[in-house]
């Protein structure tokens, strides 16, 4: 990616909507993005993208993910058209074949991008499809703006080369994976048409993880599996996905930090209750960079158990802007603590 050339607009007027059922894959995404300026709202499902549009949000561009469970990408994009909703949609999809633009534009989508993303890709649509609908002096504003703006972080310190959110973020995915696989692993029921159909679902998922994290060679196997799943080669899958499931699992568990034992373990609660009420009052507000501020300045703390599954939750919701989702788990997290105390 650092060899590829191009140049990235600025677009502080655009806004897009990233609907993807992987966590690690809305971060990626958002992260490929970032650069641009946009505004970005990301959905877990195709119900929650439908429920952004009946709210009445609008988005230059929805990026939707093609293959998710109990609604995918085509089945969501016909009901938001249904909605008359006729702004851009562009379809994510990592088994990019032959005369598959053909399927997408017929099912109402405007673009497909292939997965892992190209940022070649992703520069062109982004192009055609926001900052060209823009008159000169709206282009030429953003472009000064971005020059000042980066000129004035010129001395900033760079990012480390590892992201322990993004580590944290895919662990929770590949968490929920191995739940979903474990499971049908004990069923050994293939021939049933839903759990083959879940099994491809969650292989093909970890597949795009691993690719984002740089686990080419589990990858890898991850697509063995999936294009054993829909060919229906059972001896494949019967044969290769315990190890699989074994190799995903110990990857995660490298990945994921370990937790300070006891229930309390030498938290500082007032500084916890305080940045809890900061990040309630800010989805109260439907304010995600406070909330995102407040939940950054937690996340350097050293936590116990408990708290560091509530802090993982919320930033999963805020991931999403599940703003209402949020206050009820600080809700809940401050009135358990409170009973502890009494």
Not at 83 to 112: K, R, S
Not at 231 to 243: D, N, V
Not at 284 to 306: F, G, H, I, R, V
């Amino acid at each position: 990616m650092k060899r590829v050339q191009i140049t990235r607009e600025p677009m502080p007027y655009g806004s897009v909507l990233i609907v993807d059922d992987v966590e690690t894959n809305i971060y990626v995404a958002k992260g490929l993005m970032t650069p641009y300026g946009l505004k970005i709202d990301s959905a877990s499902s195709g119900f929650a993208a439908i429920d952004k549009i009946k709210e009445g949000n609008v988005y230059d561009i929805v990026f939707m993910d093609h293959m998710m469970p109990q609604m995918d990408g085509i089945e969501a994009t016909h009901k938001i058209r249904a909605m008359g909703y006729g702004h851009p949609i562009v379809a994510l999809t990592a088994n990019a074949v032959a005369g598959q633009a053909d399927i997408f534009l017929g099912n109402g989508f405007d673009d497909f991008i292939s997965k892992p993303i190209d940022i070649r890709q992703l520069n062109t649509i982004l192009n055609k499809l926001i900052r060209d609908k823009q008159p000169p002096e709206v282009i030429e504003t953003a472009r000064k703006r971005a020059e000042a703006e980066k000129e004035q972080s010129s001395d900033s310190p760079a990012q480390p080369a590892i992201d322990p959110h993004f580590a944290e973020i895919f662990a929770r995915d590949a968490s929920k994976a191995l739940a979903a696989l474990d499971a049908i692993v004990q069923k050994n029921d293939y021939l049933n048409d839903d759990t083959m159909r879940s099994y491809v679902i969650n292989v093909h998922g970890m597949k795009s993880a691993l690719a984002n994290i740089g686990k080419m060679d589990l990858s890898a196997i991850a697509l063995k599996l999936e294009t054993a799943g829909r060919e229906g080669k059972l001896e494949i899958i019967e044969s290769e996905t315990p190890a699989f499931i074994n190799a995903l699992r110990v990857y995660a568990e490298e990945l994921t930090p370990q937790e300070e034992s006891g229930e309390q373990a030498d938290e500082d609660q007032a500084c916890l209750r305080e940045k809890l009420a900061a990040i309630k009052a800010a989805c109260e507000e439907y304010d995600k960079n406070t909330a995102s501020n407040a939940l950054s300045e937690l996340k350097e703390k050293a936590w116990s158990k408990p708290t560091k599954a509530l802090l993982s939750g919320i930033d999963e919701n805020l991931l999403h802007s599940d703003f209402d989702v949020i206050v009820d788990m600080v809700n809940e997290f401050l009135g358990m603590q409170q009973e502890k105390k009494n």
